[in-house]
């Protein structure tokens, strides 16, 4: 079985929501304890959702995950 990153889930829910998911990005910052994730300019209304709560289901998977319990997410402007 292949072990995923965190930021591997975080980048494959991203890609399934936005309309142009060859923009999508997942970087590491603060010492490996928070994930950034960019997209296009277009599709971030779709990552963050209507009052967030796109967002906080994503955050709340990474959270429920083996390997994100600890780990914060930040949607880059």
Not at 4 to 25: C, Q, W, Y
């Amino acid at each position: 079985m292949t072990e995923h990153s965190p930021a591997d889930l975080v980048e494959f829910i991203a890609k399934a929501i936005v309309g142009n998911p060859d923009a999508v990005t997942v970087s590491e910052a603060d010492d490996g304890r928070t994930l950034e994730l960019e997209t296009d300019p277009e599709d971030r209304g779709r990552v963050i959702g209507r009052q967030g709560r796109v967002a906080k289901a994503m955050r709340a998977v990474l959270g429920a995950s083996r390997n994100g319990g600890d780990l914060r997410l930040d949607i880059v402007d």
